[in-house]
């Protein structure tokens, strides 16, 4: 089976709730948050599930509390404990693990990469104040995939980051593939780990799903990662050169 990557949202926090827009302020999961994501963990995480701890590769994780407390709800497995690696800090941290089986460098990746969408100006209000505001100064209606954020983002910000990312996740998954002599279709190592997992935020994993198919995210196309939810990403053919967004999913896989 080819590699895939599971793009899975933090749970629900105050703000998420309330529809206000959330990225660097910290705000804790609810009670509910932490309850869908146990949910979530039940039905899709585990040996023989459809993400599988023996299977992952690589953890990927935004450097917010509410993300990395999503990832320790999920218990996606090294060894005896979680130890998360913050790249921007050069530290570790240690969380307990279920599983025992060790990942690549026994390391969850904190990357800012991940960091949900910056929305500067607009951090904290709803999408109905802000377009609010913006009528007020007889400004157009808010895209955020045309528009970015002001004092936060624009697409190409992001664009950029997410970008760097997935040539990153494709070397990984690329590592694990068997190359055959030109002209014959390479095949991942047997038993050999191969999945990706990120853990992050509702508006960057859905730019992350549009950059990984090839999608401009200046085009405005809308794609709702709920909290707590994922996404499952893959290639066809074996090929990383054909991306695509998995839309369905066979049983047991």
Known sequence: MSSRVFLIANGETDWTDEGKHESVTERGLLPRGIERVGELREASVGVGKLIDPRKILKIYCSPRERARRTVEILHLGVHSSQTFHERE???????????ARELDGNMIEVTPALEEWKYGEYEGLTVRAVQEERHARGEEAWNIWRDGCPGGESPSDVTAR???????????????????????????RRDQPRDVVCVAHGHVLASLALRW?????????????????????????????????????????
């Not at 997410?162 to 991942?188: C, F, M, N, S, Y």
């Open 89 to 99: 800090s050069d530290t570790q941290t240690v969380t307990p693990s279920l599983f």
């Open 162 to 188: 997410l970008d760097k990312l997935i040539d990153e996740i494709k070397a990984h998954i690329d590592d694990t593939v068997v190359k055959w002599p030109t002209g014959q279709r390479g095949t991942h």
């Open 213 to 253: 198919a090839g999608q401009p995210l200046e085009n405005g196309m809308r794609l709702i990662v709920q909290p707590g939810g994922v996404v499952v990403l893959g290639y066809e053919h074996e090929n990383l050169d054909e991306p695509a967004i998995i839309l369905g999913r066979q049983a047991g896989n």
